[in-house]
């Protein structure tokens, strides 16, 4: 019977696949699985862990990295991670790493951040949206963006794509129980996966021409590659593909400005062709 304390490791997104969580012994699943329960779950990466939580409280009990490197948790986040690694050390704990943001009093962790799109600037290129970790910005090409405020997690994440510099990042103040707190983390956890598991159906989708653009989905694409046998055929099938919705996108941009009998047929053509692969 799965441990309890280990049920947050269980069929995993593929992206955490080569942590080989399930290979490792019950109590060093415990202590990961412990750890990530301390962590904001903001997956904002500044713990030089892009791909979230979960990769970095495996470093921290597999690689000895350092426990104090989570910046939106703070002081508090360090502490409890301290008292997993090391319960009966009596050195004294690491001070958390610096956050850009003031300490909140009440909290004690960094002041919270939610990212806001400026939309009358907002050029709607999209580039913000992948880097969502949590799906929480919505809008497509050309059209005006908006952000979730209450789906946010402050990651940050956003800010570095935009090209016109559209995002800005405001302050909030809260008061979280303990409780309350461990239940929007294990939200935010669920949302994040939903995220991951989302992308690699797109990924491994032979119909989806979206190009790869955040380091996440490279990563997942690399590891979709490697979970699925491909056969000679199919690889030669997606190529062929690829190459026929080119061709295909190119004769309808032509045929949505001018009407030709030829081009139609050689479109109908190409849209059978692909049909057929």
Request: charged fraction near 25%; glycine fraction near 4%; include cysteine.
């Amino acid at each position: 019977m799965q441990n309890s304390t280990n049920i947050r490791l269980v069929n995993l997104p593929i992206l955490f696949d080569p942590l080989s969580i399930e290979t490792l012994p019950a109590d060093t699943q415990a202590k990961i699985s412990l750890i990530d329960a301390c962590l904001p779950q903001t997956q904002c990466g500044l713990c030089e862990h892009p791909d979230g939580c979960l990769p970095y409280a495996a470093a921290i009990v597999l690689g000895d990295e350092p426990y104090n490197k989570c910046v939106p948790g703070g002081q508090p986040v360090t502490n409890a991670i301290a008292q997993i690694v090391a319960p009966d050390s009596d050195k004294t704990t690491l001070k958390a790493a610096p956050s850009q943001w003031p300490i909140d009093a009440t909290s004690e962790r960094p002041t919270e951040v939610r990212a806001v799109i400026r939309e009358d600037d907002c050029i709607g290129c999209t580039k913000c949206i992948p880097a969502c970790p949590v799906d929480a910005i919505v809008g497509t090409g050309k059209h005006m963006h908006t952000i979730f405020t209450d789906l946010c997690t402050g990651c940050e994440l956003c800010i570095a794509p935009c090209p016109v510099d559209c995002i800005d990042l405001v302050t909030i103040e809260r008061k979280l129980s303990t409780s309350e707190r461990a239940t929007e983390q294990e939200d935010l956890r669920q949302r994040y996966h939903t995220h991951l598991r989302r992308v690699t159906d797109q990924l491994t989708d032979s119909s989806n021409s979206r190009p790869v653009v955040s380091m996440v989905e490279a990563k997942l694409n690399n590891a979709a590659s490697q979970s699925f046998n491909i056969s000679e055929a199919q690889a030669k099938n997606t190529i062929a593909a690829a190459k026929l919705r080119t061709k295909i996108k190119k004769l309808e941009k032509q045929l949505s400005v001018r009407a030709n009998d030829k081009k139609q047929a050689e479109l109908d053509a190409l849209q059978a062709e692909l049909e057929s692969l």
